[in-house]
């Protein structure tokens, strides 16, 4: 009698959870009828984003959903986009924690900082100082190096008839500059210092991209389920050993040099600014290490990921790649490794990056969170809703683009007769709500200058010394004109599913180059 008044309370006390959830969803988006206490997670799959393209094929191009306890608002398309990221910016200017998220970075993350004091100090530190163009002047010689080493690697291999995981060599290009762009330590080093950022890297990338239930659900958020708490736990323990090993011995160097620097990398700014006094915001070591963990994470993965899938279209379309291989012999020649000072010249390479972001943006959600209530296309949308804007379903739209499921870069140039196209002068730096791979708005990515120096360079640098053979997971080369498979798997920048694993082949005219 007992254990059935308590199941009989417990139903009573998920029915009012349920309608109290739902109260008031008339005003809201369209949206599947939810289940109680799980609301809509059963219906997504795996890869989020192509599940939200789904429903929204049902239900319209805004719909309400509820994962788990959590509000959520799906918008997929481009005018959408630009009411809730433009107009209603400051609306939707927070951003959804995790436990994970705010365990690894001290609570501190700039990345995902509401919107105040704290988040408005960085991003003018960002834009103006860490990643502004002197700082990234500076680093040229650092990223040219970089490239010339990582081809040189490429080039290595390929006298030996070796294949290459294109995947882990890009990761580790991507990886090398922004670890010495922030911290002048090279992650491809042998001291334990680059092997111990180079490993929590991966470490913490993979932990966020995995859907954890506690983020979703308010009374699981003490449950430890499949040991995720106890790993990212164990994960910032290192992390914090190791920064702070890191910034103790850097604070040791400054105080030796008198402040004098050859190079002042982002730690040093860091360091300046919780030295000020006078800083309109005060920085702690927190802070510090925070930073360096979102600055790292966000630099590395999306632009490996976007060469990446670059590289593999390019082989998927061999008159495509023959196009680029003449621009590039044209304008840079064969004396010679491209530069970065030849991507204003180099249209086709422009034109490939951007249709690489158009099919496969870096991520392919912009998140926020709103942090009032508004309204939008006559719906209610409630404080402390999540939404997202899914730029990978509105990037493969036949509403905004021709032909959206082929790669074709000719897209973003001026077609034959000097007719401009509609989506000729489209730019990636969030002018244009159809390709939105930086976001927009304030909470746009600050990081978009350095990635338009690294990824047309190296994508050229790969074009111009070899040809490339696509070889299976043991590294033999498919014979024939063997393609890329391009299926996705889950994660935070939606990575293919398999490493591409490729057969570098010197080019005949480059023999005499060496990188």
Known sequence: MIFELIIAGFAVLLLTVFILTNKGHGSLPPGPVPLPIIGHLHLLQPLIHRSFRDLCSCYGPIIY??????????????????????TNDLTFSSRKHSLAIDHLTYSSSFAFAPYGPYWRFIKKLSTFEFLGNRALNQFLPVRRK?????????????????????????????????SQIILSLRCSGTDNEAE????????VTQIFGEFNVSDFIWFCRNLDFRGYRKKFEDVHRRYDAL????????????????????????????????EDKSSEVELT????????????????????????????ELINNPKVLEKARQEIDTVVGNKRL??????????????????????????????????????????????????????????????????????EPERFLKSEGDMVQSTASMDIKGQHYELLPFGTGRR?????????????????????????KVADPHG????????????????????????LVCAPVPRPALDSFQP
């Not at 490429?154 to 990886?175: P, Y």
């Open 65 to 86: 959903l509820r994962l788990g306890s959590v509000p959520c608002v799906v918008a997929s398309t481009p005018e959408l986009a630009r009411e809730l990221l433009k």
């Open 146 to 178: 970089e490239l010339r080493q990582f081809i040189g690697v490429l080039h290595d291999k390929s006298e030996v008839c070796e294949s290459v995981n294109v995947t882990e060599e890009l990761l580790n290009l991507s990886s090398n500059i922004i």
């Open 196 to 203: 111990g950022v180079r490993t929590l890297v991966r470490e």
């Open 243 to 274: 920064l702070e090993n890191i910034i103790t011995n850097r604070e040791i160097e400054r105080k030796k040099s008198g402040g004098e620097y050859k190079v002042k990398d982002l730690l040093d700014m860091m360091l300046d600014a919780l």
């Open 285 to 312: 070591r927190e802070h510090i290490k925070a930073l360096v963990l979102d600055f790292i994470t966000a630099a590395t993965d999306t632009t490996a990921a976007a060469t990446e899938w670059a590289l593999a």
């Open 338 to 407: 491209v530069e970065e000072s030849d991507s204003p010249n180099l249209p086709y390479i422009q034109a490939i990056i951007k249709e690489t972001f158009r099919l496969h943006p870096p991520i392919p959600m912009i998140t926020r969170k709103s942090i009032q209530e508004s309204k939008i296309n006559g719906y209610t949308i409630p404080k402390n809703t999540m939404l997202f804007v899914n730029i990978w379903s509105i990037g493969r739209d036949s509403r905004y683009w021709k032909n959206p499921l082929e790669f």
């Open 444 to 468: 746009s990515c600050p990081g978009i200058a350095l990635a338009l120096q690294e990824l047309p360079v190296s994508l050229a640098a790969m074009i111009q010394c070899f040809e490339w």
């Open 476 to 499: 033999v080369k498919i014979k024939g004109n063997a393609l890329v498979d391009m299926t996705e798997r889950p994660g935070l920048t939606a990575p293919r599913l398999h490493d």
